[in-house]
């Protein structure tokens, strides 16, 4: 139960870099909420991977390229139901904020990430 405490709040330090830069790149750049969502999931990933690092998993036993390169397979894969929830509330609801829309894509991913994570990334 500490451990997934623990990946709940990495998540929520993540979720708030993702809207942070989502808003930021929505505000000072012509990116549509489409493109802008892209650069703040990438962003939230490497904000994540350092929390989920050194406060949830501890370091793997692998080195931190591989380590990496884990985290960001599992990411990836997780970032991708994340966007396509993302984009179908967006289409399905236009009036929807874009902030409202990442808030719930990001609930249905985190189940995902926790097992990703926890099997393939950080495992021992």
Same mark, same amino acid.
């Given at each position: 139960?500490?451990?997934?405490?623990?990946?709940?709040?990495?998540?929520?330090?993540?979720?708030?870099?993702?809207?942070?830069?989502?808003?930021?790149?929505?505000?000072?750049?012509?990116?549509? /909420?489409?493109?802008?969502?892209?650069?703040?999931?990438?962003?939230?990933?490497?904000?994540?991977?350092?929390?989920?690092?050194?406060?949830?998993?501890?370091?793997s036993?692998?080195?931190?390229?591989?380590?990496?390169?884990?985290?960001?397979?599992?990411?990836?894969?997780?970032?991708?139901?994340?966007?396509?929830?993302?984009?179908?509330?967006?289409?399905?609801?236009?009036?929807? /904020? /874009?902030?409202?829309?990442?808030?719930v894509?990001?609930?249905?991913?985190?189940?995902?990430?926790?097992?990703?994570?926890?099997?393939?990334?950080?495992?021992?």
């Open positions: 139960m500490v451990r997934l405490g623990r990946f709940v709040l990495a998540g929520g330090i993540g979720f708030f870099a993702d809207a942070a830069a989502l808003w930021l790149l929505l505000s000072v750049t012509p990116l549509g /909420p489409l493109a802008a969502r892209v650069l703040s999931i990438g962003f939230a990933l490497t904000v994540t991977w350092q929390i989920n690092r050194h406060l949830t998993f501890a370091p036993s692998r080195g931190i390229a591989q380590e990496g390169a884990r985290y960001g397979g599992v990411g990836v894969a997780t970032s991708i139901v994340n966007y396509l929830v993302y984009c179908a509330l967006l289409f399905a609801l236009p009036s929807l /904020p /874009p902030l409202a829309a990442l808030t894509a990001s609930l249905v991913a985190m189940a995902l990430s926790f097992v990703g994570y926890s099997r393939l990334v950080f495992d021992r």
